[in-house]
């Protein structure tokens, strides 16, 4: 089994890469997907939350307000970390059941968005970070998401600056370009990684 942690800043592209490799044979475990399971309506990660943050990060009809919670956190380090104390744990189970279901020989890519930041890069054979320009990147989540650019660039100052992030690489995925050019590069990189796997 090949391990990969595949990560990169928000607005970067990485869940186009992520769903781009999982078509090619990638069995992908998505740690951002997971996260919001773990604390979906009825689970014990949903009450912890509430324990701490309290009943306004709640929507009306019971799940979670998650632009309400992440106005908390990504304002407050101490918050941040007592968020990330609750869900963490939680994705860690979830990951190592999933991992536990894949194949011997599988390719393995964990979508982990704070990969550099929580410097899990040994835990992966391969780390490839998808990578654009910060300002390309406040411009997608402006067009994508309607974030207005004061909020993007608070969530980009949250994150792993880009040279850290690099800095953690073996494989380097640019993304500045259109998605014909995206595939591209993604399939020179499942060339890679195949041959690796092959080589054990």
């Known amino acids: 089994m090949l391990k990969i942690g595949l990560t990169g800043g928000i607005g970067s592209g990485k869940s186009e890469v992520s769903k781009r490799l999982s078509a090619r044979g990638a069995v992908v475990?998505?740690?951002?997907?997971?996260?919001?399971?773990?604390?979906?309506?009825?689970?014990a990660g949903l009450a912890r939350v509430v324990a701490v943050f309290g009943d306004e990060v709640l929507r009306p009809d019971g799940s979670l307000n998650r632009e309400k919670l992440?106005?908390?956190?990504?304002?407050?380090?101490?918050?941040?970390?007592?968020?990330?104390?609750?869900?963490?744990?939680l994705v860690g189970e979830r990951v190592a059941h999933l991992q536990g279901q894949a194949a011997d020989d599988a390719i393995v890519v964990y979508d982990v968005p704070l990969l550099a930041e929580n410097k899990l890069a040994p835990m992966y054979d391969v780390v490839i970070v998808v990578d654009a320009a910060d300002e390309v990147r406040i411009r997608r989540l402006?067009?994508?998401?309607?974030?207005?650019?004061?909020?993007?660039?608070?969530?980009?100052?949250?994150?792993?600056?880009?040279?850290?992030?690099?800095?953690?690489?073996?494989?380097?995925?640019?993304?500045?370009?259109?998605?014909?050019?995206?595939?591209?590069?993604v399939s020179d990189v499942w060339d890679e990684l195949v041959r690796r796997a092959a080589r054990g």
């Open 29 to 43: 475990i998505d740690a951002d997907k997971i996260a919001r399971e773990v604390v979906e309506p009825g689970t």
């Open 70 to 89: 992440g106005s908390i956190v990504f304002a407050d380090s101490e918050r941040l970390a007592a968020l990330n104390a609750i869900v963490h744990p």
């Open 142 to 185: 402006a067009e994508h998401r309607r974030m207005p650019e004061a909020d993007a660039k608070a969530r980009i100052a949250a994150q792993a600056s880009r040279e850290d992030r690099l800095a953690v690489a073996d494989i380097v995925v640019p993304n500045e370009g259109s998605l014909e050019e995206l595939d591209a590069r």
